[in-house]
């Protein structure tokens, strides 16, 4: 009944119709009590909507999201301490070296391939090799590549990949830090140098895409 | 008692500064651009999808504007990028969430089943409730157009739907809202 | 628009109202290859023998699709040399083959049977289906994996990584998310992060091997009742916390620990630098992650 003009208020509230049409609904409404009631509130309801308050969230967000972009994210550090003494070293393939001052070095090789693993733990059997820290060699070596690539990456590619290495920076420093207290340990061993064969690994790849990037 | 600082009351500079500085990753810069704008943003993940998701959703836009923000040149105002980015968010979990395209219902009332005569005054819903109870399509439309002030042809490239059905799901929402106003 | 392509035809599409759909047909066992810059990739499945590609792209972009030998190329590409933003929504023959790469992509592959090697550097990976080789790689964006099986290989840098239903051999890496796999069925897992949370509920099989790390996160392994398993856990921070009696049989130095259940057949390792290592029954974990997923409002499937 009154649909086909009251189809229209909207269209006519925001200025859209078309001349024709915009002349015969003015007509209508001069006669039609209602429509001009209905565009009235259609009025009133698109100023309601510009007026509408932002409202804060109730919860405080910002520390999940500082979370989440690493801003000050502290690791609580559980301080229970395990009491064997018994150190044992354990064969893998890496070559430790003790140095006098009582670091770790190790000299990375290639990561076992699963399968030999696990292979049998018969006991302590260690090579000892002479290394000068030939993986953080390696990593800065690639650290400079990246350095002089990284322009090649969008800048948020390349800090979110910053991000990355700081994460993994910060766990070689952590796994350093309790090698220092017990540097023969086998898994801090195995896991310094885990951790900075990710970090090798996320430089080569980081640098193959920006080499790609033409 | 809310830290939130209207945006229109500190100068354009300071905003663009403290976006020139999360930029290069200090994040306390960004946390101060946060502040300034999670209130909008808030409000508009809320009233385009609803109150359960707008929290996490509203984490999302932030984070994602922090990893996109090297890609923001300063063209536009940074509340302007920021909002843009939001709808963005939004209509992607829109997505995610399997809405289907052309979701839209083209019923008499859209609110029906909720009481809004004209002649009882006794409902006492308000405009923000009968809003979020509008159907999705409806819903989206709505906010999109007149509260955020996006035209019709945009609206109906970032749904999905012909620019038509935008305008018709307008005139229902708006149809539907004009019972709710507050008194 | 049913197009024939002869070997080695280029041809560029791109109707003025932005948008491009075409469909090409594609003998028996050919694969599909993708490059988008930027914007999206979503690949279903179909019985037919056809490729069917709707792309949008705006005024200013364009799309080349070309068939030669037995593999469909499609590109994005753009007329005034900025790269644009192109969706694409592509409907592939139930077991081709794909190649899907971008930079800005997002990448969404949805009851495909072949092989799938996804690549992106900003933007999220979401495949549900695939076999053969699967490879998914992505900086920043999270990736997702689910019915699928084959030699698997699944990483990310940024963000978390997940796996549910997935069998075969599997690799999977992040630094800075978690990593979930649930539903696995495997002799050959290897799955670490760094800043994140380990979870795997999954067959231990005798004469596998599986391997879990975090540097920062906790692990939660679910060892089924009977298993045959030699585990070697280690944490230098955390908690060693298992629901289920665990006879101990070595320890080595402080912080490692060696465990045998039943014959000790499979081997796993499993080792957290600063977080708890959790092992539970795969019953206790399917609860422990239900309750987990309810509170990420995530939604499965």
Known sequence: MNDQWTDLLSEYVDGELAAGERSALEAHLATCGDCRATLGDLRRVVARAKSLEDRAPKADLW???????GAGRVVAIRSRRFSFSVPQLIAASIALVLLSGGGAWLALKPRPTQGSAFGPRTGPRVTLAVSTGRTDAAIADLQDVFERNKSRLDTSTVRVVRQAFATIDRAIAEARTALQADPSNAYLNLHLADTMRRKLELLRRVNAIAAAQS | MSDQVVEDTLPADSIAADAALAASGDASAFERLYRTHSARIHSLVRRMLDADEADDLTQDVFVRAW?????????????????????????????????????????????????GRRETPEMSMDFEEALAKLPDGARQVFVLHDVEGYRHEEIARMLGVVPGTSKSQLHHARMALRRHLDR | MLTTFAAAVLVSLAPLQGETDTTIAVPAGASLSVNNFGGSIV????????VKVHAEHGSRGAIEASLVGNTVTLRASSRHGAPSVVDFDITVPQDMALTLSGTYTEIEVDGVRGAITAETVDGSIDVRGGSGIITLHSIQGSVTLADATGRIEVNSVNESVELSNVSGQIKAETTNGDMTLMGIKSSSVDASTINGDVEYEGTVSDGGTYSFNSHNGDITVSIPEGANVTLSVATANGDIDPSFPLPLTRTEGKHRYTFKLGSGSARMEVESFQGDIQLRRPSEMRLQHKDKDKDKNHEEN
């Open chain 1, 63 to 69: 520390s999940g999201v500082a979370e989440r972009i």
């Open chain 2, 67 to 115: 990893q996109k923000l090297g890609t923001f040149r300063g063209e536009s105002a940074f509340g302007t990028w920021l909002h843009r980015l939001a709808v963005n968010v939004v209509l992607a979990r829109r997505k995610t969430l399997g809405v289907e395209r052309g979701r839209f219902q083209t019923g008499d009332d859209p609110l029906e089943g909720v009481s």
């Open chain 3, 43 to 50: 690949v279903h499945a179909w019985t037919q023998n056809r």
